[in-house]
């Protein structure tokens, strides 16, 4: 059976500790970048702040309904092992994240949690995307039918940071696994995929366009 490359590979030494330094060092500065992209800034957050009781609310609501998306459409999660438990207490320490903690100094290693989370439970990418997608829906539910248009951009703000920076980690760590398990770096990584890449889309283009 192929071994699939995860967050389990075992790190040894100070040359891992560096590397995970690195990452961490990474993801605080792509953290900072995207706040500036988004134009996340202390207003936002103070909105969020103020409405914290009202998005509580909320919480039970949401999360149960994303937790539906996901139970109800069972090749979206096929080979996930997951109860529905497990499923709800991810969804709550997220959305617990993002409502309280949008300043902590803390907050890129706590989303990078939940990001090698989803890693060492073998949730694909397109899954953690898929879920969020169900999170701003669910969000935008609740915030227009009580009225609080105002929460909207700072919620969503605050989302697609969170998701950016989970998708990193998510990133970064399986490319370390990668390393640790075949010697191959993430740079030489990258030129490996650059040296087919033009021509496998340019054929892929051409493919599909004579469809």
């Given at each position: 059976?192929k071994?699939?490359?995860?967050?389990?590979?075992?790190?040894?030494?100070?040359?891992?500790m560096?590397?995970?330094?690195?990452?961490?060092?990474?993801?605080?500065?792509?953290?900072?970048?995207?706040k500036?992209?988004?134009?996340?800034?202390?207003?936002?957050?103070?909105?969020?702040?103020?409405?914290k009781?009202?998005?509580?609310?909320?919480?039970?609501?949401?999360?149960?309904?994303?937790?539906?998306?996901?139970?109800?459409?069972?090749?979206?999660?096929?080979?996930?092992?997951?109860?529905e438990?497990?499923i709800?207490?991810?969804?709550?320490?997220?959305?617990?994240?993002?409502?309280?903690?949008?300043?902590?100094?803390?907050?890129?290693?706590?989303?990078?949690?939940?990001?090698?989370?989803?890693?060492?439970?073998?949730?694909?990418?397109?899954?953690?995307?898929?879920?969020?997608?169900?999170?701003?829906?669910?969000?935008?539910?609740?915030?227009?039918?009580?009225?609080?248009?105002?929460?909207?951009?700072?919620?969503?703000?605050?989302?697609?940071?969170m998701?950016?920076?989970?998708?990193?980690?998510?990133?970064?760590?399986?490319?370390?696994?990668?390393?640790?398990?075949?010697?191959?770096?993430?740079?030489?990584?990258?030129?490996?995929?650059?040296?087919k890449a033009?021509?496998?889309?340019?054929?892929?283009?051409?493919?599909?366009s004579?469809?």
């Open positions: 059976m071994e699939r490359l995860t967050c389990k590979t075992k790190f040894q030494g100070g040359e891992s560096r590397s995970i330094d690195s990452i961490l060092k990474d993801l605080n500065k792509t953290y900072d970048r995207a500036r992209f988004l134009e996340l800034d202390m207003e936002d957050l103070n909105i969020i702040r103020k409405n009781d009202f998005l509580f609310k909320k919480y039970d609501k949401i999360i149960s309904n994303v937790v539906k998306s996901l139970l109800n459409n069972k090749e979206t999660i096929e080979g996930v092992d997951l109860t438990d497990k709800t207490e991810l969804l709550k320490r997220y959305y617990t994240l993002t409502i309280e903690e949008g300043t902590d100094p803390r907050l890129v290693k706590k989303i990078m949690k939940i990001g090698l989370a989803h890693i060492k439970r073998e949730i694909p990418p397109s899954l953690i995307i898929l879920t969020m997608g169900a999170f701003i829906r669910e969000t935008l539910r609740n915030l227009v039918s009580s009225g609080k248009s105002e929460l909207i951009l700072p919620i969503f703000k605050c989302h697609f940071l998701l950016h920076i989970m998708l990193e980690a998510y990133n970064k760590a399986q490319l370390l696994s990668l390393e640790k398990a075949t010697k191959i770096s993430e740079s030489l990584y990258k030129r490996l995929i650059s040296l033009e021509e496998v889309c340019n054929k892929l283009i051409k493919y599909i004579t469809e």
